[in-house]
């Protein structure tokens, strides 16, 4: 990434987690047991987690054209980079893209290794880049379940992402490239806007309603579809032994749901 492009570590197409995704807590019940007693402990929210959400648009303030301090108090209200980004998420049967703009230290970015197709044509099937976290996800999990299986203690151990998973995508129009995608700052000479370069519109089937919805996505914000590839059990074998591995010695106490 070069220096102008550089909004705090940040590019368009990243994959980003809000801060509080690593405090939130999802070892929902524990059992305790001895010889005359059982106890047990129930805390925190499978539903907690917040989703993995993809950069599609950065914005850089000028300290000179906007109110970053309250001049009374001196306190920091808002941040010079800007982050939109955008996530699904199915709540109550219904599903819904949403966007939303972001201080740039609410957010940590999601190091993804895999390389994915992003050569885009007419009819190719699609999704939200978001996708790619989903092995990353399953792998965090599976690892917590084998820590856990280590003790002689019974627990729950629930996460459920499932309602942010994006549906698959069909390519319905191809956008054209736009002209002016970056924006410069007239004080400083510095990148204050970096937006998509170009849109592509959508198709997808929404089981809960029945119908085809369409839309617009930003094309930083899509990848295409490879099938088995976004199965994280796939890519996870030497892990998955494992777990087999140890449930199956007989002296085993662990009980993990």
């Not at 492009?5 to 980003?16: E, K, M, N, Y």
């Not at 690593?22 to 987690?49: F, M, P, V, W």
């Not at 199965?231 to 996870?236: A, D, R, V």
Request: with cysteine; aromatic share 12%.
């Amino acid at each position: 990434m070069s220096d102008s492009l550089d909004f705090d570590g940040l590019q368009l197409g990243d994959l980003v987690n809000f801060v509080t995704k690593d405090y939130s807590d999802t070892l929902t019940e524990i059992i305790l047991k001895t010889a005359t007693s059982t106890h047990t402990i129930k805390q925190g929210r499978k539903n907690s987690l917040p989703p993995t959400m993809v950069v599609v648009e950065l914005v850089r303030l000028s300290e000179y054209d906007n109110k970053l301090y309250d001049e009374t108090s001196g306190h920091q209200i808002k941040e010079k980079v800007q982050v939109k980004c955008m996530w699904y998420a199915k709540i109550q049967g219904k599903e819904r893209f949403h966007e939303r703009w972001f201080n740039r230290s609410v957010l940590e970015k999601v190091e993804i290794e895999s390389e994915w197709d992003s050569n885009f044509s007419l009819n190719k099937v699609v999704t939200l880049r978001t996708s790619l976290a989903a092995e990353k996800e399953a792998n965090a999990i599976i690892k917590a379940h084998l820590e856990y299986a280590k003790t002689s203690l019974q627990y729950k151990f629930e996460t459920d992402t499932s309602s942010f998973f994006p549906p698959k995508l069909v390519v319905t129009a191809i956008g054209k490239l736009k002209e002016k995608n970056i924006t410069y700052n007239e004080r400083t000479g510095k990148i204050a806007k970096w937006g998509t370069s170009r849109e592509h519109k959508c198709m997808w089937y929404d089981a809960d309603s029945g119908k085809f919805s369409e839309r617009f996505f930003p094309e930083e914000a899509l990848i295409v579809y490879e099938g088995d590839k976004f199965n994280p059990l796939n890519n996870s074998e030497s892990t998955i032994w494992e777990y087999r591995d140890y449930n199956s010695q007989s002296d085993s106490q662990s009980n993990v749901s």
